[in-house]
């Protein structure tokens, strides 16, 4: 065990990790010295495909059974994941961001890609996805359709939504709540339709939006469809042009303290 905890010291690990990855059950079967040449072997073989120290460390902090894979396993994964569709970098991306496809089977895969094309994207469409967003494959199917659903019950329609999570498939990774909440808040100021164009402005927190409207509001910028990009300008941006930093603004205009026009608080 010295010479594991030697070797990972060495590589970037701290003791922390050390212990938590050579205790996880995945590893538990494995003798010392084999766990040792697994290590070694796979974090080597790992850096020689183009992941950074950095990123096999969070790898295998969030998959430890990486180190119980064989070189030959995780070569035919890759392998495997072009054979979709993917190219080489996007596959190292996908894995970097999602580690546990290493530990999907490739028919798991093809059919999870087969029923995206089944609910009313194109094959091309759901590669782009995936690629964008691995974590839309650890998802089940069930879960996407309602999610979809769901997102037709705010008053998009199919249509608008497979184009919507097209543009920005991290939207299927929101709650619906988070979602409703946003939705509720731009149609309730006039702008609700322009995310379907621009989807991915709903990733900022409607705590954010709702303060910068109404500090525009204050100085006499009314947002409306012409101009409502200057909600979702970056914070380096936003405060350059308007002199205010997001801390100030999430505490001079906190949500509670203002009713939208119905009389909800958002």
């Known amino acids: 065990m010295n010479e594991i905890r030697k070797y990972m010291l060495e590589f970037g690990y701290n003791n922390d990790d050390i212990d938590k990855i050579c205790d996880n059950y995945s590893l538990s079967s494995f003798r010392i010295d084999t766990l040792y040449d697994k290590i070694k072997k796979n974090s080597l073989f790992l850096l020689s495909l183009g992941y950074s120290k950095q990123?096999?460390?969070?790898m295998t902090k969030l998959l430890p059974a990486l180190f119980g894979l064989s070189v030959e396993n995780i070569k035919q994964r890759l392998d495997d994941l072009i054979s979709l569709g993917y190219g080489r970098q996007d596959v190292i991306k996908m894995t970097k961001l999602l580690p546990?496809?290493?530990?999907?089977?490739?028919?798991?895969?093809?059919?999870?890609?087969?029923?995206?094309?089944?609910?009313g994207y194109g094959r091309q469409d759901v590669i782009k996805m995936t690629k964008s967003f691995p974590s839309l494959l650890n998802y089940s199917i069930e879960t996407i359709k309602q999610k979809l659903d769901d997102l037709v019950k705010l008053g998009y329609s199919r249509q608008d939504v497979i184009k919507m999570t097209k543009t920005f498939p991290s939207l299927l990774g929101l709650s619906i709540e988070n979602v409703k909440k946003k939705i509720d808040f731009y149609g309730d100021i006039g702008i609700g339709n322009v995310f379907i164009n621009d989807t991915k402005n709903l990733m900022q927190s409607v705590e954010l939006s709702y303060a910068r409207y109404y500090f525009l509001y204050d100085k006499g910028i009314v947002i409306d469809e012409s101009n409502y990009r200057k909600l979702f300008y970056n914070n380096k941006t936003f405060?350059?042009?308007?002199g205010v930093s997001k801390d100030y603004l999430l505490e001079k205009y906190p949500c509670e303290e203002r009713k939208m026009k119905d009389g909800r608080t958002i």
């Open 55 to 58: 990123d096999v460390i969070k």
């Open 100 to 119: 546990s496809l290493f530990g999907y089977s490739i028919e798991n895969i093809k059919q999870k890609l087969d029923n995206l094309i089944e609910l």
């Open 239 to 242: 405060e350059k042009q308007f």
